[in-house]
């Protein structure tokens, strides 16, 4: 079976999807940042978000944590049960991408977070901190050629270990 290159197709940038969506969800961010802006409550209408805050603070905190915790462990388990006769550099490429996109809907969500909290009556300064935190934390993410080679390099290593 010939592979792309050998058929003359040029052979796409590994990490090209990933910064694809990884733009796309920091461009949401922003997006929830200007609709955060537009909002205002009718007349009559009380706010509610005083009782909402302290939770929803909590749980970003929580995403925010688990977007560090959890992919990891996705990879750990990834490269675990990788069939011994897959190529580590294709199957690098297929392991990166479900546990970025893990961590990047984790932070993201803290973001919609403080949407959610505008959107029920709190300043636009609340989604602030929460997009900040948001933004912040998926600039952290941006995605790389070298994150694929270290998970290779991974591969690689648990490959030549014993079970």
Known sequence: MQTQQQQGRP??????VPQIVWIAILFSVGMLW????????PEGVSAGYETTLPLFAIVAAGSAIASFVLPSFMLKGLIRSRPATSDPAAFARQAFFVPFMIKLALRESIAVLGFVLVA?????????YFGSAAAILLMMAKPSIEQIKEIEHQLRISNSTPN
Do not use: V
Not at 11 to 16: A, R
Not at 34 to 41: G, K, W
């Open 120 to 128: 029920s009556g709190a300043p636009q300064q609340i989604f602030l």
């Open 11 to 16: 052979q796409l940038n590994p990490i090209f």
């Open 34 to 41: 200007f609709l955060s802006t537009q909002m205002t409550l």
